[in-house]
């Protein structure tokens, strides 16, 4: 749903919940403050640690029915990602008070920028605020969804500025919002040919380019490694290439290619008990892919992007491939299987290549929930990242500082070449090692790029918390990738 952004000056302010921001420093020059709030402070209940709230009532005579005081900790230790997990600790706040709209001053940081207050603050609120309660049948007991906010404004400098950047970020943390509803999905309500719909849609929205490779022409292709993989499933797989042109003018493209397993069984590899309640989630990667072209088109980013998202299950059925077979890739490699629950590299491998040799971009990136190994190496919130081309991946890697959707580079080294090494083919698809799974993975796909400037991305991690909340990233889908593949290109 989109959330409304309004700005209004301090003396207009007339709304249920007011959000006042309160430093620790704040705290001890507290005569000016209302008495409730001295309370809090002097009995120590309440002294503006980061994150810390206080919700007090207004007798009379005040602007809101309600305030909530919003803790950001010391002013000297403050930066953008803490701004970001304050506010979306007061998007939760109001959600449990049932605000579905509430005015926030912003705070004024002397080593911050209004511009990127502003923008961060949002971004915490937007994208705090989200819940999927799609099937909660008594929406009577369940909190608003946010519909809007108010954001006052202590200055009118750099008013216009502060506007445009704010609706960038709404645009942004709606997408964000998106992605998330689409990995939360049924995974019975999001197959290949309703993924092909919702692309469908997009495209003639926002006069975007769409090819689909069918079944039939996946065969014709040679892409052998997609139909192995779905050969368990009885809905057909889909190759989707969504294309936004930002900048007809330039030769430059940039392509985005998508893991797409609507559901990993594992097929006869199968995936045991607590591994495979959350297996949904395993089309993320395409999900984003496909949610960074529709953004794109919305900003209008100047920047030519092409999302290449391969879908298909990886299910058990009377035709499933099988550990031992050796299958032909649409470069030509063969590849024999050890393991059936390392399919999200064929598919990949098969797009990738068919995405080098065809659209020819000047960057291809892969988004892919690729490894557990990466989560144990990395933990839940950082993807893991591989690349051929250390300029492109610096970038990254300060994209990924900025928007704090956190890579960690990992060596593509030739030491680890051998651990695809087959006996009977080129290579294959999984080792019988348990070290390196993460660069295993990689060294993989390293070999359907060619010379092509290639950045691979395991999101396994932080595309999917199963647990719990972890501030501004909901349990369940995360739409991590989003903002960070954003930022990233329009660094480029």
């Known amino acids: 749903m989109r959330t409304n952004v309004v700005f209004v000056k301090p003396e207009l302010v007339r709304d249920n919940l007011i959000i006042i921001p309160i430093m620790e420093e704040d705290s001890v020059e507290k005569a000016s403050y209302p008495k409730p709030l001295n309370k809090a402070i002097e009995s120590k209940d309440f002294k503006g640690s980061l994150s810390q709230t206080l919700v007090f009532y207004p007798e009379h005579n005040y602007s809101a029915k309600r305030v909530l005081y919003i803790g950001l900790g010391k002013e000297s230790e403050l930066d953008k990602e803490k701004l970001r997990r304050a506010y979306s600790t007061v998007a939760k706040t109001a959600r449990a008070l049932k605000s579905s709209s509430f005015s926030v001053l912003l705070p004024i940081i002397k080593s911050i920028d209004s511009i990127t207050v502003a923008k961060s603050v949002t971004e915490g609120i937007l994208l705090g605020s989200y819940s999927f309660t799609k099937y909660k049948t008594d929406k009577k007991e369940l909190p608003p969804e946010l519909k809007g906010i108010t954001l006052i404004l202590s200055s009118q400098s750099h008013i216009t500025e502060i506007k445009r950047i704010v609706e960038k970020t709404r645009i942004v943390c709606d997408n964000v919002q998106f992605v998330r509803d689409l990995v939360n999905e049924n995974s019975k309500d999001k197959s290949a040919l309703t993924m092909e719909s919702m692309a469908i849609s997009i495209a003639r929205r926002h006069k975007l380019r769409l090819s689909v490779l069918t079944e039939k022409e996946m065969k014709r292709l040679g892409m052998n490694l997609i139909l192995a993989v779905n050969s ?172 704090n959707e956190i890579v960690w580079e990992l060596p593509l080294s030739d030491d680890f070449k051998d651990l695809s090494k087959s006996d009977i083919a080129d290579m294959l698809n999984s080792s019988k090692g348990k070290f390196a799974g993460a660069i295993e993975g990689g060294m993989f796909l390293k070999n359907f790029v060619d010379k092509t400037p290639w950045i691979h991305l395991d999101i396994a991690g932080p595309s999917y918390l199963s647990e719990a909340d972890f501030n501004y990233m909901p349990k369940g889908g995360t739409g991590f990738g989003l903002r960070l593949l954003l930022d990233f290109f329009e660094r480029v």
Do not use: H, W
């Open 232 to 403: 368990g499933a009885q809905k057909p797989p889909r190759l989707l290439i969504l294309s936004y042109y930002g900048n007809p003018k330039s030769k430059d493209k940039y392509a985005v290619v998508g893991k797409g397993i609507i559901f990993d069984s594992g097929g006869l590899n199968l995936k045991p008990t607590g591994y495979l309640e959350t297996m949904k989630s395993d089309m993320a990667g395409a999900a984003t892919a496909l949610g960074i072209v529709k953004t794109a088109s919305e900003l209008r980013l100047r920047t030519n992007i092409i999302a290449v998202m391969p879908l298909c299950e990886n299910l058990v059925g009377p035709s499933s491939y099988k550990p031992g077979d050796v299958f032909t890739a649409f470069n030509k490699k063969t590849v024999e299987i050890t393991n059936t629950d390392a399919e999200g590299r064929l598919i990949l491998a098969d797009a990738l290549s068919y995405t080098v040799s065809k659209i020819k971009p000047r960057l291809v990136i892969d988004l892919a929930t690729l490894t557990s190994a990466c989560m144990v190496a990395l933990g839940r919130f950082i993807a893991g990242m591989m690349s051929n081309n250390e300029e492109y991946s610096s970038k990254l890697l300060q994209s990924g500082k900025d928007t």
